[in-house]
């Protein structure tokens, strides 16, 4: 009974993982391009989420991930052109 217990247990926290790693911003990633970011010409699509993803640069070099949403007008910055 009590390996029945954990057993459901660790069912229940897997699935509760798996389920909020899909709503939890990946690292580098950002809901909006922030001042003073600029888009690169690198898009991709995310294989875990299937969302399309544009690159950013900030001043210092490091790299964020903005998704392309759908209602994005062709070729303004973070869209694919």
Aim: aromatic content about 8%.
């Amino acid at each position: 009974m009590l390996f029945t217990i954990l057993a459901v247990v660790l069912v229940v926290a897997v699935v509760v993982a798996a389920a909020m790693s899909l709503f939890v911003r990946r690292h580098g990633e950002s809901d909006r391009p922030a001042p003073g970011w600029v888009p690169t010409d690198e898009v991709f699509r995310d294989p875990v989420t299937d969302r399309l993803m544009r690159v950013w640069s900030d001043a210092g070099g490091a790299r964020h991930y903005v998704a392309v949403r759908p209602g994005d007008a062709p070729g303004a910055p973070g869209t694919v052109p």
